[in-house]
């Protein structure tokens, strides 16, 4: 490691330290109207930022990016706007405790290539409202998009009384300095969003970090769905900025005896099942095979793109590619999360067998993260539910959008989701302000409640069985 990184890096560090004490002192009024100015700064841009980032990634479709810059700036606030995450945030003068809400410090938020201007605003607002000092790290590939927001968030937070560095951002460099910010001892959380790789080396830094895994989502269609609607909804995620959430469906799983039905509906509404040559040399160009990841070249990119890079023919204004396999795994190279307008299709003999290949599916680089069913039967969804190791089940929604929350549910909007202990995550929760501020107990005595205000001989006596010690002790409570 060079004398200049580590200068480098002490110096960014120190600036959000010093921001880091100064926006301690603010109050809630002053960190609301900082959160505000950003937010209506982020959302008056957020068609300009739309278009550079599809410009700059190739990924995606500008439109579609306008509304992640509503979810990651409007939605966003409107979550937060009213939360404390200042001074006192509760008191309860039964139990005469108080809870006090404080920074946590300075936040190294790492951004992904396939979301990054909508990303970065949505990591910026929720720092600030819990007065955290960020630093962006963008990926080099929207190192330009991530730096023009980062600009945009900062004048108008410094216009609104914001302190000095409250938002800074790392210029796109090598991944040794990036590891050598994410261990630096002033770093107080890193908000990690990315691949496997990323997020590993995130808690592998020796700092506190909220990172979030991989989704592989399963999409279970049962005999109770409303199957018309199902594939509609499925079409409107998976097509959703080509699918470059990680929330997007990536295999359809359903009975056979309604796959006829599903496969009917999916053609009628211009999507295209590839013949087994063309599932081949669709692999070879989505999947590298010496990972067994997808292929950076077919992320976010449309089906025609897709079909030429691969070299098949498939009808003008095809949505979707489908491929039905017959297993799952590395032998199935379609089996795996593909941001990008491709789904996987899989039938089974009974419920049992299908719900077994979600699973299946969800453990297949998943773990954690996401799932969704189509049904109208109450049972079959919460049977789903308790089987599935994911921190969203969503039900009859657009799995893309819904599980990013306040488009179709109440979920918090976020743009980071937790994936639990199954994607080595620290929470499934959607990740928002609330995540960003440690809890100070002030615990007042409480003499009449304590547990020494009983006689405690009973303890002492051998002879005594559990029932009879509990029974006293309760006596006197």
């Known amino acids: 490691m060079s004398d200049n990184l580590l200068e480098k890096a002490n110096e960014i560090l120190d600036k959000a330290q010093l921001a880091a004490a100064e926006f301690h002192q603010y109050n809630q009024e002053e960190t609301d109207r900082i959160v505000e100015a950003v937010f209506k700064a982020g959302f008056k841009n957020r068609v300009k930022l739309a278009k550079m980032a599809q410009e700059e990634t190739g990924m995606g479709i500008w439109e579609h990016k306008v509304i ?17 995450t200042v001074g006192v945030i509760s008191s309860d003068p039964r139990t005469g405790i108080t809870e006090i809400a ?59 009384g914001a302190p000095e560095d409250c938002i800074q951002m790392i210029s796109s460099g090598s991944r040794e300095f990036t590891q050598l910010i994410m261990g630096h001892p002033k770093i107080a959380l890193i908000l990690a969003t990315g691949g496997t790789g990323l997020v590993k080396a995130a808690y592998s830094s020796g700092n506190p970090a909220i990172g979030v895994g991989p989704g592989n989502v399963p999409v279970f269609i049962d005999e109770s769905a409303d199957i018309p609607f199902a594939v509609k909804n499925i079409i409107s995620s998976k097509t959703f900025d080509n699918g470059t959430i990680c929330a997007s469906e990536q295999a359809i799983v359903v009975m056979k005896t309604i796959e006829q039905k599903v496969r009917d509906e999916f053609e009628k509404q211009h999507c295209y099942f590839l013949d087994p040559e063309e599932i081949k040399k669709v692999e070879k160009i989505a999947i590298a095979e010496e990972s067994m990841s997808m292929s950076p070249g077919i992320v976010g990119q449309p089906v025609a793109v897709i079909a030429q890079k691969a070299g098949i023919d498939v009808p003008d204004g095809t949505k979707i590619l489908l491929a039905k396999l017959g297993g799952i795994g590395k032998e199935f190279p379609l089996s795996i999360e593909v941001l990008a307008p491709i789904l996987a299709f899989y039938s089974a003999d009974d419920y049992h067998t299908a719900v077994n290949m979600c699973i299946d599916l969800n453990y297949l680089g998943g773990i954690g993260h996401s799932a969704c069913i189509y049904a109208n039967d109450e049972k079959r969804i919460m049977e789903y539910a308790g089987l599935l190791n994911a921190g969203r089940i969503l039900v009859n ?75 006293e002790y309760y006596k006197n409570h």
């Not at 992640?68 to 404390?84: A, H």
Request: hydrophobic fraction near 35%; include cysteine; charge should be positive.
């Open 397 to 471: 929604t657009p799995t893309s959008q819904g599980a990013v929350g306040y488009f179709y549910n109440l979920l918090a909007p976020s743009l980071t989701l937790g994936c639990g202990t199954g994607g080595k995550n620290i929470t499934t929760e959607n990740i928002t302000a609330k995540n960003l501020i440690n809890i100070q107990r002030v615990s007042r005595r409480k003499p009449n409640e304590l547990w020494f205000s009983h006689d405690q001989s009973a303890y002492y006596d051998e002879s005594l069985s559990t029932d009879d010690i509990m029974k």
């Open 102 to 160: 404080q920074p946590l410090g300075p936040i190294l938020a790492v951004i992904p290539v396939t979301n990054p201007t909508s990303t970065s605003m949505f990591k910026i607002l929720i720092c600030l409202k819990s007065r955290n000092p960020i630093i962006i790290s963008a990926h080099r590939g929207a190192a330009k998009s991530c730096a023009e927001t980062v600009r945009i968030c900062y004048e108008a937070a410094l216009e609104a």
């Open 68 to 84: 992640k810059n509503v979810l990651g700036t409007q939605l966003v606030y409107e979550s937060i706007r009213n939360e404390k």
